[in-house]
């Protein structure tokens, strides 16, 4: 459905994406995960044909974005992070207005907004003014404004950013109604998104993709390391870290803010366990050992490790 070969984008000397590559297939909801600035809204616009690409090739349902940019764009209802809402309008008119300008004749408008209407649940504000409407009710507009056209493919650019816990909820159940008939693609950094919604998740960091599979696949790719977290008293950073991480088998130590004592989270092999090793190091001073805690790799934490460079 969607093939994206070495695409590059520069803005003047900034590299923004780096010859990025991946597949997505009919009826796949993908996740664009990365930390802000990593080039994920880039590639969406690229994908849309609302940017073009430094180099790089696009094809989408067989077409070149380049050379078939009309009829790609005729496939793809595209949503940005901020909603292109006309505040001082209705909702009811605002969509009849959106169905015009995607040339839908006004007796199929009219049924497409009801359909619409239902499916993002604004069935009982099509009377208000756009500009009364929180920012949850604000995205579901957007979002019936993007499915006007009955698209192919969905692409959604940060679609919960700024919305409260219920609101995220509520628009994460949509786009999973949605998914079972379309394809969608969307950026997000909200990891607990992604692993609730989304079917396959491509991680983003600097402009290159440095993973991509399901979250289980990636979480089941990382079974051979674990984190051990532990806190102690009548100890000191530099002590627990040097002494801690000299333990073979473990790749690399953390410190962890703590009210009291230290805290650090070590990152090591499974195979073998290194709890052991690691309790005798302790039991050997005369440290309190007040927690240890073994914690498997969860999403966040796998993201986290895979954009580190980017964070610090």
């Known amino acids: ?68 940019p009309i009829k790609v764009k005729r496939m793809m209802g595209y949503l940005p992070e901020s909603a292109p809402l006309y505040h001082g309008m209705l909702v009811y008119d605002y969509l009849l207005f959106v169905a015009g300008m995607r040339g839908i004749s006004k007796d199929k408008a009219l049924s497409r907004i009801r359909l619409l209407a239902k499916m993002c649940g604004l069935r009982e504000i099509m009377s208000r003014s756009i500009g009364e409407l929180s920012k949850g009710l604000k995205q579901r507009v957007g979002l019936a404004h993007a499915m006007m056209g009955d698209p192919e493919i969905l692409v ?44 396959r998740v491509v991680i983003i960091n600097k402009g290159k993709v440095v993973a991509d599979d399901s979250a289980d696949a990636l979480k089941q790719s990382a079974g051979d390391q674990c984190y051990i977290h532990v806190s102690l008293l009548n100890s000191d950073y530099e002590s627990a870290e040097g002494l801690l991480g000299s333990v073979p088998g473990v790749l690399s130590v953390e410190r962890l803010p703590e009210k009291e004592g230290v805290s650090l989270r070590l990152l090591c092999d499974t195979d073998p366990d290194q709890r052991g090793p690691i309790y005798q190091k302790i039991k050997a001073t005369d440290w309190t050992l007040v927690k240890f805690q073994r914690e498997t790799k969860s999403l966040e934490s796998i993201f986290r490790e895979l954009t580190k460079e980017h964070l610090t």
């Open 1 to 68: 459905m969607i093939q994206v070969e070495n695409l590059t984008k520069y803005y003047g000397d900034f590299l923004a994406v780096d010859r990025i590559s991946f597949e997505i297939s009919r009826g796949q909801i993908v996740g664009l995960l990365g930390p802000n600035g990593a080039g994920k809204t880039s590639t969406l616009r690229i994908l849309t044909g609302y940017l073009s690409a430094s180099s790089g090739a696009v094809t989408i349902g067989g077409f070149s974005i380049e050379d078939d």
């Open 156 to 199: 959604l650019d940060e679609p919960t950013s700024g919305l409260d816990p219920n609101q995220i909820i509520e628009i994460r159940e949509i786009i999973k109604q949605i998914g079972k008939e379309k394809t969608v693609i969307l950026s997000t950094h909200i990891l607990s998104e992604a692993e609730a919604t989304c079917d």
